[in-house]
């Protein structure tokens, strides 16, 4: 007769071998984690981005389009749904911290940013170019502008995939402060000289060593309530608000200036940690010579 605890035994580890194979059987979206539904997010607003840009914006001005506030809601709509990605950004870092992500994740992450924060603000780049620039001359050097956002964040994010920074700090400037950079600069209407300096300002900060911190604790909550705002302050525009135009401008000022002051504050802090650590190594050496 056969044992029943050994019969139990068996059919336990029958069971066990079947439930692995239907895992590997398992279709690929059914193993997805949290964290990469919220990555496949980012990906879905930065396509929907380039969507809004080119339906709204450049189809009409091929076209000839003279209907009113079509630019104006679809470049509004193409600046959220950037911000709508960084927030999803934000949040997939978070949840893999908390719960886990698939071995998939870092490279769905690199490759969702590259469409959200690259490929959907160069494009924008490129059509503010075609758009609000009559000059040709001009409308291909805005052109190597768009480029030149592209591949920063491109090395940028190969970049981040080979190097280990410290913790809490990022080299270079996040690509999705970036991409709101360069969009506020567009957003910000300046002479086109300027506009293009600072476009190429920001996409060298990205591929630069100057060092950011990573958004965590207050510092994310601060960005999420800063995102939040600005997409108030867009939706504003976009219904031709009272102000609403003017609160756009304040709001891509000050992300300007976030851009080229917050690297300031880690220089000030790197600088005054060396000079720290200069003042307790002469203390030791004197303390040695007494």
């Not at 059987?25 to 984690?33: K, Y």
């Not at 009113?68 to 960084?86: D, E, F, K, P, Q």
């Not at 400037?173 to 476009?199: D, Q, R, W």
């Not at 600088?271 to 040695?288: H, I, K, L």
């Amino acid at each position: 007769m056969i044992d029943p605890d050994t019969r139990a035994a068996e059919w336990a580890a029958d069971a066990e071998a079947e439930a692995a194979e239907e895992a590997e059987e398992m279709p690929l979206s059914l193993r997805l984690s949290i964290a990469d539904a919220l990555t496949l997010g980012n990906a879905t607003c930065g396509f929907m981005a380039v969507y809004f840009t080119t339906t709204g914006i450049l189809i009409p001005h091929l076209t000839g389009s003279t209907e009113t506030g079509m630019a104006r809601n679809s470049a509004a709509t193409a600046v959220i749904l950037m911000l709508a990605a960084a927030i999803f950004d934000l949040f997939d870092g978070i949840v893999a911290r908390k719960l886990r992500s698939s071995p998939m994740g870092a490279e769905l992450d690199n490759l969702s940013d590259l469409i959200s924060f690259g490929l959907a603000p160069a494009y924008f780049v490129l059509v503010y170019g075609m758009v609000a620039v009559p000059d040709g001359a001009q409308q291909k050097v805005s052109a190597v502008a768009a480029v030149a956002v592209l591949l920063a964040v491109v090395l940028r994010l190969a970049r981040f995939s080979c190097v280990t920074m410290k913790d809490g700090m990022f080299q270079g400037m996040p690509s999705p402060f970036g991409a709101l950079t360069v969009v506020s600069i567009v957003l910000l209407e300046l002479p086109f000289v300027p506009t293009l300096l600072a476009i190429i300002g920001v996409a060298w900060l990205m591929v630069s060593r100057v060092e950011y911190p990573k958004p965590r604790g207050v510092l994310a909550v601060a960005m999420l309530a800063w995102i939040v705002g600005a997409m108030g302050m867009l939706a504003a525009w976009a219904f031709d608000a009272p102000g609403g135009a003017f609160l756009l401008q304040t709001g891509c000022a000050l992300q300007v200036v976030m851009g080229a002051v917050i690297p300031l504050f880690a220089t000030a802090r790197r600088v005054n940690t060396f000079r720290g650590n200069r003042r307790e190594s002469r203390e030791a050496r004197a303390a040695q010579l007494r």
